[in-house]
């Protein structure tokens, strides 16, 4: 068996780390809240003042945790896929708000590393979930 052989029967056994199905799906979903809760919090001063923060956080761990949910692949490949949808969705959530002038661009940098960091965490969590849904709890 050649080298080039070896290699393309190797690829095909091997799983990709990240799911691109579930992911656009789980990104799909935080787009949509986040930019639902922007677009609220423009009009709402309450819910800018009160909800922005904590609804960001929460929506990119919610985005990641749906994902995990739905592939259940392991904690690397949940956490890492968490990041990438939770910094996505904060992301553009918060380019919205700050497009609309409610949020400072400077803030932009900031929000989306922790909606990253926030979304791993999600994602871990919802690996947990996979693991428990497939013990029967």
């Not at 001063?45 to 929460?58: E, P």
């Not at 979304?119 to 709890?137: C, D, N, T, V």
Request: glycine share 14%.
């Amino acid at each position: 068996m050649s080298w080039e052989t070896r290699v393309k029967s190797q690829a095909s056994r091997e799983q990709s780390v990240i799911e691109t199905g579930p992911l656009i799906r789980a990104t799909l979903v935080g787009i949509i809240l986040q930019m639902a809760m922007y677009a609220l919090g423009h009009f709402s001063h309450w819910i800018a003042v009160n909800v922005f923060d904590f609804g960001a956080m929460m929506i990119s761990a919610s985005a990641a945790y749906l994902y995990a949910m739905m592939t259940g692949q392991g904690y690397f490949s949940s956490a890492t896929a968490g990041a990438v949808v939770g910094g996505t969705c904060g992301f553009l959530g918060i380019g919205l708000s700050a497009l609309l002038g409610d949020s400072h661009i400077g803030y932009i940098p900031t929000a989306t590393t922790i909606a990253v960091f926030v979304g791993a965490i999600g994602g871990i969590f919802g690996q947990l979930a996979a693991i428990l849904r497939s013990m029967g709890y």
